[in-house]
């Protein structure tokens, strides 16, 4: 971790915190070592939710779409962080792949959101996510934040089982992949269970 990255963390947890308190449910489930989080995506404050869920002490990255180089203050601060793989959307984006693959062999957490965009609802996920994971050999951990988030109130987030996805002696297929991310995506919408 940079110490940017720690200056960052050190800055804006405590408000974080203050304003979006949350109840970390699992979080004995992250294995040591490489692995992805994968979770639903419902708010733009997602991604802090989770890297505060986690604690400082877990060296996470975050793949995230490329725009958001382009906010004011933002986008530079956190490029220099070195916490984000930036996505570029609507492509095959080979660099970040590679930067995904890379984190996960240093031992790093790596946090994707395979719906690959904001949704109330938990529908069907993209591929990427499923790919990564079953070429780096790295376990899943599914994670689950609820669509609404009050001010000042506790925010539950249920982290899951960490899995391995695919385990055939044999090269995956695209319905590997298929099949492995609705697998993926039923184990996140059935942590919701955990928050009542």
């Known amino acids: 971790m940079t110490p940017l990255y720690k200056f960052l ?11 979006h308190p949350s109840r970390v449910i699992g979080r004995e489930h992250l294995p040591e070592g490489g692995a992805l989080i994968c979770s639903n995506h419902t708010r733009n404050s997602d991604p802090l939710f989770i890297t505060f869920a986690l604690k400082r002490s877990t060296k996470l ?4 779409k490329e725009e958001m180089t ?3 203050i933002v986008g530079p601060l956190l490029s220099r962080a070195d916490v984000m793989i930036w996505v570029k959307r609507g492509k095959a984006d080979i660099a970040a792949v590679k930067g995904a693959l890379k984190t996960l062999k240093e031992g ?5 959101f395979p719906q690959g965009t904001r949704s109330e609802e938990i529908g069907e996920g993209k591929t990427g996510a499923a790919m990564i994971a079953i070429r780096s050999g790295v376990p899943i951990v599914p994670v689950f934040l609820p669509a609404k988030k009050a001010w000042f109130r506790r925010t539950p987030i249920v982290i899951g089982e960490a899995y391995l996805p695919f385990m055939e002696e044999r090269k995956p297929t695209i319905e590997d992949y298929r099949s492995v991310t609705e697998d993926l995506m039923e184990r996140i919408a059935k942590l919701e269970e955990q928050t009542r």
Not at 108 to 112: A, Q, S, V
Request: glycine content about 0%; aromatic content about 22%.
């Open 108 to 112: 790093r957490k790596l946090l994707i």
């Open 61 to 64: 990255r975050i793949m995230a």
């Open 9 to 19: 963390y050190s800055a804006i947890w405590p408000f974080f915190n203050l304003v």
């Open 70 to 72: 382009r906010w004011p």
